[in-house]
């Protein structure tokens, strides 16, 4: 059984950063793909980023100059930096693990593990 825990969200002003932070336990992390997704009151859950066993990352147009995806596999655990952020970032945002028979990257549908979440507030 896999378990992933999601922390470093919280209320920030526009144009500020946070560091999400996300511990995977139970299976074998590096041979994993990994990714953050995210979801606003009333929208549908979005992909933001993904990053494979060799480092490859993958990200949303609407993130991509102000977040960074990044992995320390002796730990774990999966970083998401987010800077320079906006009122539309705020979402809970949800780290998930692939699914190995997984053929794509950005559908929610590809990663079998979902963390509980963490919620990010950026007011204006």
């Known amino acids: 059984q896999v378990t992933l825990v999601e922390s470093g969200g919280g209320l920030v002003q526009t144009g500020g950063s946070l560091r999400l932070s996300c511990v995977v336990s139970?299976?074998?992390?590096?041979?994993?793909?990994t990714a953050w997704f995210r979801q606003a009151p009333g929208k549908e859950r979005e992909f933001v980023a993904s990053?494979?066993?060799?480092?490859?990352?993958i990200y949303a147009d609407s993130v991509i100059g102000r977040f960074t995806l990044s992995r320390d596999n002796a730990k774990k655990t999966l970083y998401l930096q987010l800077n320079n952020l906006k009122s539309e970032d705020t979402a809970v945002y949800f780290c998930?693990?692939?699914?190995?028979?997984?053929?794509?990257?950005?559908?929610?549908?590809?990663?079998?593990?979902w963390g509980q979440g963490t919620q990010v507030t950026v007011a204006s």
């Open positions: 990053i494979a066993w060799s480092g490859r990352t």
């Open positions: 998930a693990v692939r699914r190995t028979s997984a053929l794509t990257w950005r559908e929610s549908y590809d990663y079998s593990s």
């Open positions: 139970g299976r074998t992390f590096n041979d994993d793909g």
